[in-house]
């Protein structure tokens, strides 16, 4: 589900926002037109990844705040903000303010453990309580608490001329119900699915000791559709649970030959990765799927994690041009989203 | 500085931005509309208090990125931050993001100390580092350093296909010298000077064991004694933040509602307040003309040239467009100040 003849139900689009260190309001200019292009395609959402100490947005809250000014319909999301750099309680009022500065379009997807490059980072990052700093999921049932309204102070009154209240300001309802959660290991999966949380699968996910034999594409699908089953098996939703999935996807039907060829030199640079597990934890990454809409639709239904999702949330490819991703939405809202029985807003 | 016959060189007004806990959307979207009524006035700057766990803008960098897509011109604010609440790493990329959105327009202004009802609020916002969290001035130079770019990370580099930077992106030049710090006693001053930061002096002061309770002599002192604590080529900005309210075309009814609360917060202004002696100053209530001869009987009036003007809480959004109005056609202009373009 979605075999061919189910429609897909929602589309959207994940970007980076990258931008010239020397020179960063230009990439910020061209990322709020992507996601004003983005509604005018009719996408139904569009999320940022957040990045620290590299030319990608690091305050995806500042640049949506900013986008709910130019959109009105569009959703928004981060996928993922690493929780691990983020104090929760303060991190509830950002995201309660962007969710009513926006009419309730926030989706916050988040993951946690230590933020990488942890040694070279935490002395600037917590100088004073980087060995007490708590980077379990414990940071998103914290996040989670704040954003329910649960307590967050044994106060609330007045004090001289000032009203206090016992929970996180500003309160939007149903936010807390929009929380996903990046999940790329059976242990994570089944504990997003435990919280109740919506599941975010992108394109990097843990092997798990799999064998990758001569088709490790067809292996990080399975483990794919596997961890989507594990998560609807534990979550109250059950099949119901939302479950979006993040491939790397170019279109390349209204394309020129100059794009194309570029396009076709990144995939090629990036697949052999795909081939073999990585790391310690045997990171495995989906290869990029570039062609025409037509193409890209027939890998898709063949991909047996696709078939479990009905909403995709596709990763633009990182370091190109506007010009590249103004083609490359456009292809996806008017051929492959059609291909796959999506409908524009 | 200004004296009758020197114009007041930059009006600014600083407001809460207060919503209704159960419906919070009004209340942010009336704030984002008083913003852009204030752009349109020829307001220099407009500065958000940043409070927590109460009904006022609690992520003023959020609504400010969103006022940065409705306003062209007008410069931003925080008054003040109080830096206990933040992470000055993650708040500098939140401040280099907002910054390089509004073209340039970010002010910071700062405070630091423990987190207002520390004891009630410590369990929810430091639970495992509470006792660790570093709330000196300490936590301003980690956030000024983060600011300038300078290094934050041992790593640079690419690996896979990321690209790893040593410091804060984004960095926007600038930023750095627009920082304001808040300070209230001649400490925070003398610290604030020292720093190169900019002063920002409010409706509050502390006043000394022994010290006279006169508002307008502690705080004209404060900022002499900031001044000479400033090295040499700092630009040394003084902005005096008092609650004024001019009613030269309020209604009967406004006025009313205004002198009531006025008369509520007049007694607190008669006596140093708490443990901390916190003095209050008297909210100006008038026609222009008479809070313009109050400012200038004012000492530290007199010492500065640019004013952010508080405005009162608790009001309806018609009572502010009142009060912007008047503030930025007729008590601006009896100051000597001009609209900007």
Do not use: C
Request: proline share 7%; charged share 20%.
């Amino acid at each position: 589900m979605p075999p061919p003849g189910v429609p897909l139900e929602r589309q959207g689009f994940l970007t980076l926002g990258t931008y010239d260190g020397a020179d960063p309001a230009p990439g910020h200019e061209y990322l709020l037109r992507e996601i004003v292009l983005g509604e005018e395609l009719g996408f139904d959402s569009v999320w940022l990844r957040h990045r620290h100490f590299q030319s990608g947005i690091s305050s995806p809250i500042a640049i949506l705040a900013a986008a709910s000014q130019r959109t009105s319909r569009i959703e928004f999301g981060t996928a993922v903000t690493p929780l691990g750099w983020e104090n929760p309680l303060r991190y509830a009022e950002d995201l309660g303010t962007v969710d009513v500065l926006s009419g309730g379009r926030m989706n916050p997807g988040l993951s946690v453990g230590p933020p990488i490059h942890w040694d070279d980072v935490k002395a600037g990052l917590y100088p004073d309580t980087a060995e007490v700093e708590d980077l379990s999921y414990t940071r998103v049932s914290r996040l989670l608490a704040m954003l329910r309204g649960e307590p967050a102070s044994s106060f609330s009154g007045v004090d001289g001329i000032e009203s206090f209240s016992d929970f996180v300001q500003p309160q939007s309802p149903g936010l807390a119900d929009r929380v996903w959660y990046g999940g790329g290991s059976r242990r994570s999966v089944r504990w997003a699915g435990e919280q109740g949380l919506a599941m975010l699968t992108s394109n990097v996910i843990q092997s798990e000791g799999h064998d990758l034999g001569d088709d490790a594409s067809r292996v990080f699908a399975d483990i794919q559709r596997e961890q989507i089953e594990l998560f609807r098996s534990v979550h109250p939703l059950g099949t119901a649970a939302r479950v979006s999935q993040g491939l790397v996807v170019i279109p390349t039907d209204s394309a020129t030959a100059d794009q194309r060829s570029r396009y076709a030199a990144y995939v090629e640079h990036r697949t052999p990765r795909t081939a073999v597990a990585h790391g310690p934890r045997q990171m495995l990454f989906a290869r990029d799927l570039v062609g025409s809409s037509e193409e890209i639709a027939e890998a898709l239904y063949a991909n047996p994690a696709f078939r479990e999702v009905r909403e995709v949330v596709w990763a633009l490819p990182f370091t190109f041009e506007h010009d590249d991703y103004v083609q490359i939405l456009t292809d996806m809202a008017t051929k492959l989203g059609p291909a796959l029985g999506w409908s524009p807003r | 500085m200004p004296a009758p016959g020197v114009p007041l060189e930059k009006l600014g007004f600083l407001t809460i931005g207060t919503f209704d806990g159960d419906d919070p959307r009004p209340g942010h979207e009336s704030l984002l509309q008083e913003i852009v009524l204030a752009e349109e006035l020829g307001f220099d700057s407009v500065w958000l208090r940043h409070r927590h766990l109460q009904h006022g803008v609690s992520s003023p960098v959020t609504v400010l990125a969103a006022a940065s897509q409705r306003t062209s011109r007008i410069e931003f604010g925080t008054a003040v931050t109080p830096l206990g609440w933040e992470n000055p790493l993650r708040y500098a990329e939140d401040l280099g993001t907002l910054d390089v959105l509004s073209g340039g327009r970010m002010n910071p202004g700062l405070s630091v100390g423990p987190p207002g009802h520390f004891d009630d609020v410590k369990g929810s916002l430091y639970p495992d580092t509470a006792d660790a969290e570093d709330f000196t001035y300490t936590r301003v130079e980690r956030l000024l350093h983060l600011l300038r770019g300078e290094p934050a990370s041992s790593f640079s580099g690419t690996e896979g296909i990321e690209v790893f930077s040593d410091h804060v992106q984004p960095h926007s030049p600038g930023l750095a010298d627009r920082v304001w710090f808040g300070a209230a006693s001649d400490r925070s001053a003398i610290w604030a000077g020292g720093q190169g930061l900019n002063l920002l002096t409010s409706s509050v002061v502390r006043v000394g064991e022994g010290e006279e309770p006169d508002f307008a002599a502690i705080q004209s002192g404060t900022i002499r004694t900031y001044r000479q604590a400033l090295p040499d080529g700092a630009p040394g900005r003084v902005s005096q933040g008092l609650v004024v309210i001019p009613t030269d075309t309020a209604t009967d009814e406004q006025r009313a509602r205004y002198a009531a609360y006025v008369e509520g917060r007049t007694p607190r202004t008669s006596s140093p307040q708490g443990p901390g002696r916190l003095l209050f100053a008297r909210d100006i209530l008038g026609t222009s003309e008479e809070i313009a001869e109050a400012l200038y009987a004012h000492a530290a009036f007199r010492e500065v040239s640019e004013v952010v003007f508080a405005l009162p809480f608790g009001f309806a959004h018609s009572d502010y467009v009142q009060i912007l109005t008047d503030m930025a056609t007729r008590l601006g202009p009896a100051l000597g100040w001009s609209a900007g373009a």
